[in-house]
């Protein structure tokens, strides 16, 4: 499995994108599965994906995104958006389907929803949407893996304005936050830092065997 | 590549490991150098990770994190440390690193570091914590998959005591963090949470395309 080296190795943080390459819907929808199926503490999965078909909205963020021409040009523009809060209603529901998917009685859960509530309600609300916004990186980084191995461009980013972004989409009144974006496509060939050589720290400062 | 979506269905938390089978050398030397390849931010790369290979420190760590027997039974252990501030020098020595590496002059960075320390010094200690803690769950998503796509077993933890840890593997004036935990290994045959139906809210309610 050598190719999940060679996979990482290929990707870089596009800049520019060919316009004229749209990524195949089915190519998506396995993209989409991925961050569905994302590892996430008690498998809340306390995120949700905005895929930014409308070209007005793409160009309505784009100054609210230090103007990267990837928000307007790449083939596919995500937005993640963590849940400002966990609620206890939320882990509810959570819980209620974690029970029908698992053929169980509805309440043999009780303990585990409570046990969660707790954890939860020992944190701020600062600190919930920290804990939810964690998890949404935790998908980034399944995404950045799928896409390489897809042979897929993709521009992580967190250089957006967070507050224009939930008035633009609307999320002020939905419990929501845009906590990342992320721009799928193919790479332009005038993209020059597809050339570069990528940088790591050396593994002898990166590990520690203890 | 359906494998994508076979490799995450295919993975869970492992709660019980079989303390018999180690990952081959081979096998790890991939996971690490996936985790070193990571994206992250500015490819700063804020962390580390720390193998814990003595039995004895493991046996330490245990009581820390809620006595979960994956802390002593599994193949390998790996604490994933974020920096606690992101520095000026730590962006000049990635800067250095960077100029090196893409046989640039020194000092022809100069712009980028400034703007970097700019960015960096706009936020709050605890806010640069928390976003140094975020690379690092992008990293982890990184190993979830890197591991399923090996069939390599993996639980990842966020329920220990991170100042515990920290005392323990002398964290305290490195300028580190225990943010994560995740164990290595092999299933048990006896782990019937391997059994378990996987749960996750439907895409209607995950996707939302605008």
């Known amino acids: ?4 080296i ?12 060919d316009t004229t390459k749209k990524i195949p819907q089915d190519q998506i929808d396995i993209l989409i599965e991925a961050l569905r199926l994302s590892p996430s ?11 930014i078909e409308s070209a007005e909205i793409r160009e309505k963020l784009k100054p609210y995104s230090w103007n990267q021409s990837q928000i307007t040009d790449a083939s596919h523009l995500l937005v993640f958006c963590s849940l400002r809060e966990m609620t206890d209603v939320y882990i509810d529901q959570h819980t209620e389907l974690v029970e029908m998917t698992r053929s169980l009685e509805k309440g043999q859960l009780q303990g585990f929803a409570n046990f969660v509530k707790g954890k939860v309600n020992e944190k701020s609300k600062v600190d919930q949407y920290e804990w939810n916004a964690r998890q949404s ?5 399944i995404l950045m893996q799928s896409c390489a191995a897809l042979r897929i461009d993709a521009t992580p980013m967190e250089g957006f304005e967070p507050e224009k972004y939930n008035e633009i989409l609307g999320l002020n009144d939905k419990n929501l936050d845009a906590t990342l974006v992320c721009a799928l496509g193919y790479r332009s060939e005038e993209d020059s830092n597809q050339h570069l050589k990528k940088v790591r720290k050396p593994m002898s400062e990166f590990l520690e065997i203890v």
């Open 1 to 4: 499995m050598q190719t999940i």
């Open 6 to 17: 060679e996979d990482l190795n290929w990707r870089y943080a596009t800049k520019k994108y």
């Open 41 to 51: 503490s008690f498998g809340l999965l306390p995120f949700k994906i905005l895929m």
């Open 137 to 141: 990186y935790i998908a980034l980084g």
